[in-house]
C-alpha cells in the first residue's frame, strides 16, 4: 500500500511540475487557420477580435468576421501584390503595394476601389516603385512609405498626397505613426527616422547596416525594431537611444508587436516566433506549427494575436481566460 501512495504521490508531483513548468503553453497556443489559398500573405489588420483583414500576393485580400476561424477572399480586381493592409474601423480600410498602387474600401471591403497615382502628388517614376507600408491615424490623416525616399502623407482622407522628404533614398520598409505628428520610419540601410511635426522634417535615430523590417510601439516612449539576422531593437525614450537586446536567432525578423510595455512578440523567416514578458530583456523561442516566413503579426487585446506568411499561412494566438 506504502509503495502504491509513494507512486500515486510521485505522479501527482510530476504532474504539478509538467503544468508548472508548462504554465505559459498551457494559456498559450498559436495555431494554424484554414485560408483555402496558398497565396504568399503579407500583412494583416485587424479591428478587433472577430473582424479582420489579410492581404498579399497577385491582389489577395482576404475576410474575416469571426476572428479567423472562416476566411472570404474578396474582390479586388487586380494583380498587383499587395504588402500592408490597415483598417481604423470595420468598414474604412487601405492596401498598398507594387506599381504604386492604393486601394480603398469604405463598407469592409465589399467593393474595394484603386486610387488615381497622379492623385499621390509623386515625383519619381511610378512603375518599378513600390508601396510597402500604409498607416493611417483617422479617416483622414494617414501616411505611406516604399521604394522611394519620401513619405506620403494626406490629411483629406487619401484624396490626396503630399511627398515628403526623408532625406533618405533607400527602401523604407514600414512606418507608423501615433498621432498625426509622431512618427517613425524603418529602412532596409537599417535606418529608423522619426518626426514629430506630421513628417515635415525628420531625424535620424539608428542607422546599421543591416535592413530593419518591422516596427511597433506600445506609447510615445516604448517601442521595438526588428529587422536581418535577428536584429531586434528597443528604446524607452521614444527613440532618443536605441539599444540592441540578445536575439535567440539569427534568422531574418520581419514583424513585432507588443501589447503593453512587458509582452511582445517577433516574427520572421523559416516559421521563426519570439517571446517576450519583459520588454525584451529576454525573448525565447515559440513553438511554430509551420516552417513558412512569417511576415506580419497584429494583437488585439492580450488574449487574441494574428500571424500571416508563406503560402497561405494565417496563426492564430489564443489564451485561455480560465
Not at 508531483?13 to 497565396?39: D, H, N, P, Y
Request: charged share 20%; aromatic share 10%.
Amino acid at each position: 500500500m506504502m509503495i502504491r501512495l509513494n507512486v500515486r504521490l510521485i505522479g501527482i508531483l510530476a504532474l504539478v511540475v509538467l503544468l508548472g513548468g508548462c504554465k505559459r503553453g498551457s494559456l498559450i497556443a498559436w495555431e494554424r487557420q484554414s485560408t483555402g489559398i496558398m497565396a504568399n500573405l503579407s500583412s494583416l489588420s485587424f479591428t478587433d477580435e472577430r473582424n479582420g483583414w489579410v492581404v498579399g500576393e497577385k491582389g489577395t485580400i482576404l475576410r474575416t468576421k469571426d476572428g479567423g476561424r472562416t476566411w472570404v477572399q474578396q474582390k479586388s480586381g487586380i494583380q498587383s501584390n499587395l504588402f500592408s493592409v490597415n483598417f481604423i474601423d470595420a468598414i474604412t480600410g487601405w492596401a498598398v503595394g507594387e506599381d504604386m498602387t492604393l486601394m480603398e474600401t469604405a463598407d469592409g471591403g465589399l467593393t474595394w476601389n484603386a486610387r488615381n497615382k497622379t492623385s499621390m502628388g509623386f515625383s519619381h517614376e511610378s512603375g518599378p516603385n513600390t508601396l510597402l507600408s500604409v498607416d493611417f491615424v483617422d479617416k483622414q490623416y494617414g501616411f505611406m512609405v516604399g521604394t522611394f525616399g519620401e513619405v506620403l502623407a494626406t490629411n483629406d482622407g487619401a484624396l490626396n498626397w503630399n511627398p515628403l522628404e526623408l532625406g533618405s533614398n533607400f527602401y523604407h520598409t514600414s512606418i507608423q505613426f501615433m498621432d498625426t505628428q509622431k512618427g517613425w520610419v524603418t529602412s532596409m540601410r537599417g535606418d529608423i527616422l522619426y518626426t514629430e511635426d506630421g513628417g515635415r522634417t525628420w531625424t535620424a535615430q539608428v542607422h546599421l547596416i543591416k535592413s530593419l523590417n518591422g516596427i511597433h510601439f506600445v506609447d510615445t516612449e516604448f517601442g521595438w525594431a526588428v529587422g536581418n539576422e535577428g536584429n531586434i531593437l528597443h528604446t524607452t525614450d521614444g527613440g532618443k537611444r536605441w539599444l540592441n537586446q540578445r536575439s535567440p536567432t539569427r534568422a531574418d525578423l520581419f514583424g513585432v508587436f507588443f501589447t503593453d510595455r512587458q509582452e511582445g512578440w517577433a516574427v520572421g523567416m523559416g516559421g521563426t516566433i519570439l517571446y517576450t514578458t519583459n520588454s525584451g530583456e529576454s525573448w525565447k523561442p515559440e513553438k511554430s506549427v509551420t516552417t513558412q516566413d512569417l511576415w506580419a503579426i497584429q494583437f488585439v487585446g492580450k488574449s487574441h494575436g494574428w500571424i500571416v506568411g508563406q503560402g497561405g499561412v494565417v496563426l492564430h494566438f489564443s489564451k485561455n481566460k480560465t
